[in-house]
């Protein structure tokens, strides 16, 4: 089994990405990782709070999980899991870890996408990505359009037919 970490601002294109991953390491079986990447706050009172954080969750739209619930079910002989995660730090040394505990084997990059910060404590994922020492793995963006792959209307038809 091959787990990828795809960093994602929860903008549905972000998982446009999937079905060409499952193409390119079938027969593998895939644990995807989609992780919002988040600077450490210096406030106190939010560093108190830090392990029972659960405000970041509402910045997921319920379309992102049923496009994720649609896609693992889709593929479900390739994908064994996927998970939304965030990451806190800014430091490699941080992000190095992060990897390690979650046996990350590669990381996915989307060509020429833009990655959105979502709230005050979010970073951009490129620096510490680009900087770890990971395997990265581009996939294809086609112009300022939709990313290749994935229809997400036909996929959430699906879903709820």
Do not use: W
């Not at 060409?20 to 560093?47: G, W």
């Not at 990505?129 to 792959?149: E, I, S």
């Amino acid at each position: 089994m091959k787990t990828l970490l795809i960093p994602t601002d929860f903008d549905l294109k972000s998982l446009n990405s999937i079905p060409e991953l499952v193409e390119k390491y079938y027969p593998e079986d895939l644990n995807i990782i989609l992780v919002h990447m988040m600077q450490i706050t210096d406030d106190i009172h939010e560093l108190l709070m830090l392990s029972r954080r659960s405000t970041e969750y509402q910045d997921i739209s319920q379309a992102f999980y049923d496009t994720c619930t649609a896609l693992k079910q889709k593929h479900r002989s390739s994908i064994q899991k996927i998970s939304i995660e965030f990451f806190y730090g800014s430091t490699v040394a941080v992000f190095k870890n992060f990897l390690d505990a979650n046996e990350v084997d590669e990381i996915v990059l989307i060509r020429d996408y833009d990655y959105k910060l979502i709230n005050k404590n979010s970073i951009k994922p490129t620096l510490l990505v680009t900087r770890c020492g990971k395997a990265l793995v581009y996939v294809g963006f086609q112009g300022p359009g939709q990313p290749k792959g994935f229809d997400l209307t036909a996929s959430l038809f699906e879903q709820k037919v």
